[in-house]
């Protein structure tokens, strides 16, 4: 496998790489090899080559919600660092906006809000990219908004490296969920339709939201954000629960600072574990089995994690 990327891709490929740093969990993990891809050509190239020589490939986009539980992925992982932007049409209500699946979401809400545009900017504070951001659906619950709400149209590719365009209802997007999570196939960009507002007003949102965030979660610190999701009003009401919250569930189990080697649930919001060190895959996966094992007893459900675990 070594000799075949190589010959392709040439020095663009790492071996035994350590890709810990780009994951916001830092958990210590390696790729066996790694590749970044700048452009669609390079996707092009990476898909149809790992498809024809049927390699393995994992899409790496900000590492915000993933959870690493083995010392190495094997195969090639791919981290995205696609940046486009660019004006598609424009009226005097809204500016459709083409952006790239690598376009980090700090980016993202920064440029629009400045630019007096509606659509991102209650996700001031939300890490990753714009495409690992479309494949989780990720939220905002207070008022309730999803980075998918705005998309028009998305370009997307299957594992074989075929490209097309989708429409909105393709993705089929809900509560932590689009489409692309049961196809595998890549987001590369999409096109967003963005109402223009006073940036004032939405700087004042996307700030509102940042301080509600820095209050109720833990900041600045390793972690992959929420662990679990929060369960179903169907489930609450058969286990005769007061809250679908994963994070009330975990902490009222007596779970809040618990430890596994560096990780340690936070005593700010029991849904968050972070790894206060160099925390290593297994201790996550005792931390992750514990947390599961602790609630299916107390309460009988079945958390469901949130991160996607490797
Ligand atoms: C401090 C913190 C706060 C958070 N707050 C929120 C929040 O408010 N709301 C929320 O919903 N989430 C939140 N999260 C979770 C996470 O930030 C989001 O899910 C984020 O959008 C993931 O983007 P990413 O680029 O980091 O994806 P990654 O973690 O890199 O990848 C996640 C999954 O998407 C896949 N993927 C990535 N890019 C692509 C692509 N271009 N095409 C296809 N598949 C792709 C990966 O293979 C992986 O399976 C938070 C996380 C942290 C650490």
């Given amino acids: 496998m070594e000799e075949q990327l190589k010959k392709q891709f040439g020095e ?30 390079d996707w092009k190239e990476i898909v149809q ?29 791919v981290r995205n660092r696609y940046m486009k932007k660019e004006i598609v049409q424009e009226t005097e209500e809204y500016t459709d906006l083409l952006l790239s699946s690598g376009y980090p979401m700090s980016l993202v809400v920064k440029e629009t809000t400045d630019a007096g545009l509606s659509g991102f900017e209650y996700h001031l504070g939300l890490p990753g990219t714009l495409g690992g951001a ?37 993705f089929s997007f ?5 489409r692309l999570q049961d196809t595998r196939e890549i987001f590369l960009e999409g096109v967003f339709r963005l109402r223009k507002e006073d940036p004032d007003a939405l700087k004042k949102r996307a700030q509102d939201s940042l ?16 662990f679990f999701q929060n369960i179903s009003q169907e489930e609450k009401e058969l286990h ?34 972070i790894n206060t060190g160099q925390g290593k895959p297994e201790d996550l996966q005792k931390m992750l089995n514990l947390i599961k094992s602790t609630i299916k007893e107390k309460y009988g459900v079945d958390l469901k994690e949130e991160v996607q675990v490797v």
């Fill in 12 to 41: 663009r490929i790492k071996k035994d790489f350590n890709i810990s740093p780009y994951f916001t969990l830092k958990m210590q993990t390696k790729a066996e090899f790694y590749i970044e891809a700048l452009s669609i050509d």
């Fill in 49 to 77: 080559f790992t498809s024809i020589n049927k390699i393995p490939f994992f899409i790496l986009g900000g590492g915000s919600n993933i959870a690493v539980l083995r010392n190495v992925i094997p195969g090639l992982v």
């Fill in 134 to 170: 479309i494949f989780m659906n990720s939220k905002w619950t207070k008022p309730v908004s999803y980075v998918g709400d705005s998309l028009v149209e998305g370009t997307i590719m299957d594992r074989e490296g075929n490209v097309r365009r989708e429409k909105r209802e393709y």
């Fill in 174 to 178: 809900a509560y932590d969920y689009s």
């Fill in 211 to 226: 301080a509600y965030r820095k209050e109720t979660q833990p900041f600045g610190v390793a972690t992959g954000g929420c």
């Fill in 240 to 273: 005769n629960l007061p809250t679908t919250s994963a994070g009330y569930l975990i902490d009222h189990a007596g779970l809040k600072g618990h430890q596994e080697g560096a990780f340690v649930v936070s005593d700010k919001h029991a849904n968050f574990v």
